[in-house]
C-alpha cells in the first residue's frame, strides 16, 4: 500500500521539481539561507505537485489502460480504488497549499494554487484529450516549482521569478516531445492528441528548435541580471547549443528512435547541469 500511495505521486517528477524549487531559492537568497523556511517551501510545493500527480492518475485511469507504459500503474492495476485515490490527492492539496499559505508566504500560496489548477484543469481535465497545445500551456504548471522557490525569499514576482519560469517553461516541451516521439503510436492508439500525433513527426522535430533556442537568451540574462555568475553563463550557453545541435540533426535523422532517445536524455541532463551551475554560481548577497 505504502509503495502504491507513493508511486501515484510520481517520485522522479516530484525529485525533479524539487530540485528545482531549491535552485530558485537559491538564486533569490544569494547563500543566505533560512533553512526553516526552505524547508517549508519545500513542503508545501512538494505536496501541492504530489496533489496534482495523484489527481492526474485519478482522472487518465481508464485512458492509461489503453497505454503499455502506463496499463501497470496503480489505478488500472486495480491496485486501489478510485474514490481513494481521489480523496488521498485532495487531501495531499489542501496540506500543501495551507503550508504555502501560512508557513510559507501568500503569494507562494497562490501560485501553488495557481500551478496546481493548470495542471488538474486546465492540462489534465481539458487540453490533454482536446488539443496539441497541452504540452506547451501545461507546461505553466511544470514551471511554478522555482518561481515559488524564489518568491518565498523576495515576496514578490519580479525579473528573476520571470526568467526562472522562462527557463522552466521552454525547457518542458522539447524535453517531452522527444519522449512523445518515441511512443507515437500508444498515444495516438490511446487518442491522445499530441503533436506529433496530430501533426506528424517531422513538424514536432521542427516546432522543438524554437523553444531550445530561446534558452539561449533566457541563460544569458540571468546571467546579466546578476542572479548567477559567469561560469553559469559558460556552461549554460554551450548546454543550451549542444541541445541544439542535436536537436537540428532530427530533420536529417536516419533512425529517429535513436535520435528521440538521445534528445530525451540530453534534456534531462540539461537541466540537472544548469541548474547545478546557477546554484554554485550564485553571488553572494
Not at 492540462?123 to 511544470?142: D, E, F
Not at 514578490?156 to 524535453?175: N, S
Not at 501533426?199 to 544569458?220: A, E, S
Not at 543550451?240 to 534531462?268: E, H, M, P, R
Request: glycine fraction near 8%; charged fraction near 10%; hydrophobic fraction near 55%.
Amino acid at each position: 500500500m505504502l509503495k502504491d500511495l507513493l508511486a501515484l505521486t510520481k517520485p522522479g517528477l516530484l525529485r525533479l521539481n524539487m530540485f528545482a524549487a531549491i535552485g530558485g531559492y537559491w538564486v533569490a537568497a544569494k547563500w543566505n539561507i533560512d533553512v526553516m523556511l526552505l524547508i517549508w517551501m519545500l513542503i508545501g510545493s512538494t505536496l501541492t505537485m504530489a496533489s496534482a500527480t495523484v489527481i492526474n492518475n485519478y482522472w487518465d485511469r481508464e485512458l492509461d489502460l489503453k497505454m503499455e507504459r502506463t496499463r501497470n500503474r496503480v489505478l488500472p492495476g486495480g491496485r486501489m480504488k478510485p474514490s481513494s485515490v481521489l480523496i488521498y490527492g485532495i487531501i495531499l492539496g489542501v496540506a500543501g497549499i495551507a503550508v504555502l499559505f501560512l508557513l510559507v508566504n501568500p503569494l507562494c500560496g497562490w501560485l501553488g494554487l495557481l500551478g496546481w489548477f493548470v495542471y488538474i484543469v486546465v492540462y489534465t481535465m481539458w487540453l490533454k484529450r482536446t488539443s496539441t497545445w497541452s504540452t506547451s500551456i501545461g507546461g505553466v504548471s511544470g514551471a511554478m516549482p522555482p518561481v515559488i522557490g524564489y518568491c518565498a525569499v523576495t515576496g514578490q514576482v519580479d525579473i528573476g521569478a520571470w526568467l526562472l519560469f522562462a527557463l522552466l517553461f521552454l525547457w518542458q516541451p522539447a524535453h517531452f516531445w522527444s519522449l512523445a516521439i518515441r511512443r507515437v503510436e500508444e498515444y495516438r492508439e490511446a487518442g491522445f492528441p499530441l503533436l506529433p500525433v496530430v501533426k506528424g513527426v517531422k513538424r514536432t522535430k521542427l516546432q522543438m528548435i524554437p523553444y531550445i533556442l530561446l534558452l539561449l537568451p533566457t541563460c544569458i540574462l540571468i546571467y546579466a541580471y546578476n542572479y548567477s555568475g559567469i561560469y553559469f553563463l559558460i556552461i549554460s550557453v554551450v548546454c543550451s547549443l549542444i541541445w541544439l545541435y542535436q536537436t537540428l540533426l532530427g530533420s536529417k535523422a536516419a533512425d529517429t528512435d535513436k535520435w528521440a532517445k538521445t534528445n530525451f536524455l540530453i534534456s534531462v541532463n540539461y537541466l540537472m547541469v544548469v541548474f547545478i551551475a546557477m546554484i554554485l554560481n550564485t553571488p553572494w548577497a
